[in-house]
Nanobody, 129 residues
């Protein structure tokens, strides 16, 4: 059974840190570009941080550059999103996604629309004091 299972998230104060994890089962993540997306209430889903299929390149939304880091652990078949210096505007439901064979670059991955790819279940991140 193909699955992306997310963990992490929760409530954190402004300036704090969280790490999200996305574990794959039934397939090998290394073969695919992977991305983290988020969707805030009333807003469209946006690509936040993405990594290419070979892991050679990454892409970040301007709003999270220098604060978020995407990485993958091949041995654990898991991708992570380390989020530092969190701000209230980072509050959203966060999703991991795999693009499929036709999407190989980090930039293309972050531009993927919600009707494509294979998605995790989503996890809430709330930044509030």
């Amino acid at each position: 059974q193909l699955q992306l299972v997310q963990s992490g998230g929760g409530l954190v104060e402004p300036g704090g840190s969280l790490r999200l994890a996305c574990a794959a089962s039934g397939f090998t993540l290394d073969y695919y570009a992977i991305g983290w997306f988020r969707q805030a209430p009333g807003k469209e889903r946006e690509g936040v941080s993405c990594i290419s299929s070979r892991g050679f390149s990454t892409n970040y939304a301007h709003s999270v550059k220098e604060r978020f880091t995407i990485s993958r652990d091949s041995a654990k078949n898991t991708v992570y999103l380390q989020m530092n210096s969190l701000k209230p505007e980072d509050t959203a439901v966060y999703y991991c996604a795999v693009g499929g064979p036709s999407i190989t670059t980090a930039q293309a991955m972050c531009a993927m629309t919600p009707d494509r790819g294979f998605w995790g279940q989503g996890t809430q991140v709330t930044v509030s004091s």
